[in-house]
């Protein structure tokens, strides 16, 4: 319509210029003239005017509708006030319809209204955030504040930073939902007053109804912007109350940190000195490396009773609840347990030392070697070439690893406990029934004195030492002789002492000397597996085969 009427002024200002080129003279045309002319220009700037404010307009319903988060809350709010009214007039008619239904057509009506009911209902379930006092109470309820935690520990400082942050970015949220709201209420702002002005402008068309619907809208906008002020004012109070408790624990939990952390770096300190001094006054290296064990588990202890009793506000409270569970932990942890039990025993009963050489039965297998660390949990041995391992294991050189419990449990032997490093040790050989047996005795006894004199000697300053902690009955140190009559020969066993951690080396030692010298005489004759063969003439009796040593 503004179209068609600005062409019509178009048409007219051509024709008013074609009557003043045509008759100029006439003075009254001219001053009609320029009041018409004046009069199209205003029509002109007008519909410029109001075609400016339309694009205006749909700029700003663009702008408006970005704004989702608080439109579509105000559109669930209408959608909800609607199915609540359609609901409301669908009950009354149904009450009606119950008490005046007669027709046939009244009554299908009372049934669809019946099914339309339950729709609604349903669709009022759904949307019953929209029944709420103000259309808008989600985005300006601010985020619930939690519980503070009692920072009780320094791994809770993490907790509290983390809280602290969370609740930042929930007020920069709460603002941003603001800010929001204020631009939605600046374009509707710009949106009425553009209705206005199209409305004084474009009088062909009706804007009252977008009017006065603009006004509710805003009013409700600026309703929530109030209510979010004074929200957001007493929601960051709190968030200010709750930092400072959380900064307050923190700080408290920091300088706790940093007392216990002094402590333990004393202990440390104290600790090492006495390394030091342990070093430096005990050379022997099995005594230092079980002293050094000792001050090492007393240092960990310490430092953990110290962390215990700092940070566990209820000790009593603890106590008893490891002494109800103390039976199923016993029972679930039996074996670790006894593993910590056995280290206490092995350490300060003196039974096993690093260094010493035991020997292990286990499993029917026996492991015999020399200890490398005697842990919480378990004893480290290296395997060594011993005569267990060549007449049984056919292995050596491995790490073996046995539970500190065995030594409750299984055979351990020790080569060198305490200060005795010295085993008996024997090797055995057999001759013939018709050889000098007491020469053959008195040669061996020679060469195993001739060998083992040194360990003699060292065996017997040991066992005087012994003497302080166990009762010795026999202590005759000195080599044995033993003659036993087997079914094929005399068996002569020296048993004599040699060193602990080289026995094989001492029994080969001893060993070649006896063959050699049993060889060299004429009246004795080592005694060996031999086939004899007796052969028969063929009448008289068959071929014999004897078996014995000669």
Known sequence: MLFKSFILTLLFLQTLYANVDSNSSAESNVTNNKILLRKAEQEAKKYAKI??????????????????????????????????????KIKKRIRYL??????ASAKSELNALIDKQKILATQVDDLKGGFALAPFSELITPPNIEKIPDISNPFDILGGLSLIKTFDANLEEYKKKKEALQNLIKALQMQLKTYKNLALLDTVHNYKKSIKKQKVELEMFKRALGTMDVTMDVYQKRLDVAEININKNIKRQIHGLIKISIIIFAIFLIFFLLKLIVKKYITDN??????????????????????????IENVSYIVTILGFASAGIAIAMKDWFMSLLGWLVIVFGGSIHVGDRIRVDLDGMKYVGDVLDVSLLRITILEDITLTSIMQNRRAGRIIFIPNNYVFTKMIANYTHKSLKTVWDGVKITITFDSNHKKAMHLVKEITKKYSKGYTDITRKQLNKLRRNYSLKNTNVEPRIFSFIAPNGLDIEAWYLTNAY??????????SEIVDAFNAEDDITIAYPTQKLNVSMQNENPIEHNHELV
Do not use: C, P
Request: without cysteine; positive net charge; charged residues 20%.
């Open 51 to 88: 075609k400016e404010d339309k694009e205006t307009l749909k700029t700003l319903k663009r702008q408006i509708s970005n704004e989702n988060m608080w439109t579509k809350s105000y559109a669930s709010y209408l959608t909800a006030l609607d199915v609540k009214n359609n609901l409301s």
């Open 98 to 103: 119950s008490r005046h239904a007669r027709t």
């Open 286 to 311: 099995e005594r230092f490396y079980m002293a050094n064990k000792i001050l090492t588990f007393t240092n960990f202890t310490i430092i953990v009773l110290v962390l215990f009793f700092n940070y």
């Open 502 to 511: 080289g026995t094989l080396t001492l029994r080969s030692s001893i060993s």
